[in-house]
């Protein structure tokens, strides 16, 4: 496993084209596009334009709508210029004026001044807020690259790892010819966002490809359809292919719940031991299905257990009772 730190954004990435749908113009500061992002949140600045400077969070855009900009308009211009001056002198990394407003003559003169990037946007201001708060999470998200095999079963993304030659592959393929989708072979990207979701995908060089010893790399989009791959699916659980070791104890009950930790978050662990006469294919799908009933509050393993107890129990007092007389 190879972690990767979040590359460096700057106010730059405003212009990329997962932002093209919002259609931002640059009417101001263009010098400063290389001011950095540093956070995945945004700020609207309603209480600094009212003279409240300290919640002004360094390194984040600054969204401007209808209700900061009409409050504007109460302010005399000495307050407006003032204001405006004060906020643009901070450490913000740009501006964006939604609604295809006209953004304050002051903050125009400001951002030009001083070099402070300043968009427009026909868009709404919660649309800018989503977007933007997206792409920043994506951006700024670590990551770590992992060897492995990353397989969406029924809605659930299943990571397969193992040694090298273990089957990995092989078992992804014989998932995907029972209706399964591949997300990335081999190499899996995963992202942590702030939410705490561990998302898994591909790069653009081996996307829907998959190597197979003694036959070579396939294609699996065009081999099974675009409906057996994804682009992108969260890790749910984390299955360990193993080397069959005879006399070695395997858990046999499913009470023991291990744990596998990616970028600092903790999904379920499963161990497989791999030999001749295992479907894994299918122990694999079943292990997904038992993990979506526990995520609805069934564990059969502890029912089971529940059963067992309570059958001793009353063994137990049938066998008191019947000593007493």
């Known amino acids: 496993m190879r972690e990767v730190e979040a590359r460096p954004l700057t106010t730059e990435a405003l212009r990329g084209p997962s932002l093209a749908i919002l259609g931002l113009t640059l009417v101001a500061g263009e010098r400063g596009l290389n001011r950095p992002l540093t956070g995945w949140r945004i700020q609207r600045p309603g209480l600094a334009i009212a003279g409240f400077l300290p919640y002004i969070k360094p390194g984040r855009i600054q969204i401007l709508g209808e209700s900061e900009l009409d409050y504007v308009k109460t302010l005399s211009p000495l307050e407006r210029k003032q204001r405006f001056r004060a906020i643009a002198a901070l450490p913000v990394s740009g501006f964006v004026v939604t609604k295809g407003l006209t953004p304050p003559p002051d903050l125009a003169r400001e951002c030009r ?192 257990t529940a059963k067992v107890d309570a059958e001793i129990a009353r063994n137990a007092r049938a066998a008191k009772k019947r000593a007493k007389n």
């Open 113 to 304: 001044s001083r070099d402070v990037p300043l968009f427009v946007t026909r868009a709404t201001t919660s649309v800018v807020i989503q977007r933007i708060t997206g792409m920043l999470e994506e951006s700024l998200a670590p990551q770590q690259t992992v060897h492995g095999v990353l397989v969406d079963v029924h809605g659930m993304g299943v990571l397969l790892i193992g040694e090298s030659g273990i089957g990995k592959s092989e078992c992804a393929l014989d998932l995907i010819q029972r209706g399964h989708r591949l997300v990335a072979d081999d190499a899996v990207q995963i992202s942590r966002f702030p939410s705490g979701e561990l998302l898994g995908r591909a790069s653009n060089l081996i996307r829907y490809h998959m190597e197979l010893r003694g036959i070579g790399i396939i294609n699996i989009k065009h081999l099974f359809g675009v409906s057996a791959v994804r682009m992108s699916q969260t890790v749910d659980l984390v299955i360990s292919l193993e080397r069959w070791k005879p006399g070695e104890q395997y858990d046999r009950l499913g009470l023991t719940q291990e744990t596998h930790e990616i970028l600092g978050e903790k999904r379920p662990l499963m161990r497989l031991p791999v030999a001749s006469g295992r479907n894994l294919a299918i122990l694999i799908e079943i292990a997904a299905r038992n993990e979506l009933l526990k995520l609805q509050g069934y564990d059969a393993a502890r029912e089971f």
